[in-house]
Every structure is written in structure tokens, then in C-alpha cells.
Nanobody, 126 residues
Framework: QVQLVESGGGLVQPGGSLRLSCILS????????IGWFRQAPGKEREAVSC????????YYDDSAEGRFTISRDDAKNTVSLQMNGLKPEDTAVYYC???????????????????WGRGTHVTVSS
């Protein structure tokens, strides 16, 4: 009954902002590192951002650095991805993923995450 549910996607104009949320149920978020991934049609899934336990380590893809911010609220079992200055190339399905099999850091590859949400679609277009 472990579940991750993404929300907050939609259609936004270039330069606009969206805040994606991932709500986790069935386990305590504090024990998990969280990754955000995205996949555009015809392209491979890629890491956008990740955050470690206790927010001690974060990672941003070069395309997201300076525009996106990942954060966690363990009391609410929620992880957020604030996306500012959105560009058409940000259009994709965004997934959150969780894993507790390693103690430190966050990881950028899909196989490092045990649990996945179903995704939320982001479209950046005028």
C-alpha cells in the first residue's frame, strides 16, 4: 500500500511558474531520499532534481539549476518542486520517486529508486 501521488502539473506560458507536489503514503518520508524525474515524448527519462534525508544534499540538472527548487516537509510527507522561469523544453511528464536503501546523498539514476508515482504532465506553451 505504498503510494506516491504527484500533483500540480498543467499548462503554463513560457516564463511562468508551477509548483509540483508529491504526497507519500504508507511510510514516513523522513527515511527516504526523493528524486524528481521527467520524460518527454520520444526521449529517455532524465533526473531533474533530488534531495537527501534531512535536506543535507541536493542535486539539480544543469537545465534546472537556478530555476527549480526542491524541498521537503517530512511532517506532511510531502516533497515539492518549485519551477520558475519555465521554458518549452521543460514540457514533460514529471515523476517523483522515493528510496531508503542507501543512507546518504541522493541519486540520479532511475534504478536507485524503489517507489514511483504515476506522473503529472507539464506543458509550457504560449
Amino acid at each position: 500500500q505504498v503510494q506516491l501521488v504527484e500533483s500540480g502539473g498543467g499548462l503554463v506560458q513560457p516564463g511562468g511558474s508551477l509548483r509540483l507536489s508529491c504526497i507519500l503514503s504508507g511510510f514516513n518520508l523522513a527515511y527516504y531520499r526523493i528524486g524528481w524525474f521527467r520524460q518527454a515524448p520520444g526521449k529517455e527519462r532524465e533526473a531533474v532534481s533530488c534531495i537527501s534525508r534531512g535536506s543535507l544534499s541536493t542535486y539539480y540538472d544543469d537545465s534546472a539549476e537556478g530555476r527549480f527548487t526542491i524541498s521537503r516537509d517530512d511532517a506532511k510527507n510531502t516533497v515539492s518542486l518549485q519551477m520558475n522561469g519555465l521554458k518549452p523544453e521543460d514540457t514533460a511528464v514529471y515523476y517523483c520517486a522515493a528510496d531508503a536503501r542507501r543512507a546518504f546523498g541522493c541519486y540520479r539514476t532511475s534504478n536507485e529508486y524503489e517507489y514511483w508515482g504515476r506522473g503529472t504532465h507539464v506543458t509550457v506553451s504560449s
